[in-house]
């Protein structure tokens, strides 16, 4: 049986929590359940928390570029959370590339940087008034 992966739904945020050291059969398989959950869910913004990461290597900043691109695929926002002050040593001494990188220090405000990536609700004037 295959391990199921926490995704929370935070009305069209999804939220992710990354724990541990990740190998590369847990990666796929974050990979997968997440696209799969913001293609179902339609959700318009991710949060990527990835304060419980014992390690940062090559790979899991690959990993983390990685799976925000596929989610920006689908449509949807992404930001990660939760970076530790030797997290963001290692990803800069790494030379992963953090243009296209969201973050925030908390889930707090990375949803609000969500919600402000977000282009504003239009109202419909064309829709005939009964």
Same mark, same amino acid.
Request: aromatic share 0%.
């Given at each position: 049986?295959?391990?199921?992966?926490?995704?929370?739904?935070?009305?069209?945020?999804?939220?992710? *929590?990354?724990?541990?050291?990740?190998?590369?059969?847990?990666?796929?398989?974050?990979?997968?359940?997440?696209?799969?959950?913001?293609?179902?869910?339609?959700?318009?913004?991710?949060?990527?928390?990835? *304060? #419980? @990461?014992?390690?940062?290597?090559?790979? /899991? /900043?690959?990993?983390?570029?990685?799976?925000?691109?596929?989610? #920006?695929?689908? #449509? /949807?926002?992404?930001?990660?959370?939760?970076?530790?002050?030797?997290?963001?040593? *290692?990803?800069?001494?790494?030379?992963?590339?953090?243009?296209?990188?969201?973050?925030?220090?908390?889930?707090?405000? #990375?949803? /609000? @940087?969500?919600?402000?990536?977000?282009?504003?609700?239009?109202?419909?004037?064309?829709?005939?008034? *009964?």
């Amino acid at each position: 049986m295959s391990q199921v992966i926490p995704i929370l739904r935070l009305g069209d945020t999804l939220a992710i *929590s990354l724990q541990g050291d990740l190998d590369d059969s847990t990666v796929t398989l974050i990979e997968e359940q997440l696209t799969r959950e913001v293609a179902r869910t339609g959700a318009t913004g991710t949060l990527i928390d990835v *304060s #419980g @990461l014992t390690v940062v290597d090559s790979f /899991a /900043a690959l990993m983390l570029t990685r799976m925000v691109a596929m989610i #920006g695929l689908l #449509g /949807a926002d992404a930001c990660v959370v939760g970076i530790q002050p030797g997290v963001a040593v *290692s990803m800069v001494e790494l030379h992963v590339p953090l243009g296209h990188l969201n973050t925030a220090l908390t889930a707090e405000k #990375g949803l /609000a @940087l969500l919600h402000q990536l977000r282009p504003p609700a239009t109202l419909n004037h064309d829709r005939p008034t *009964s």
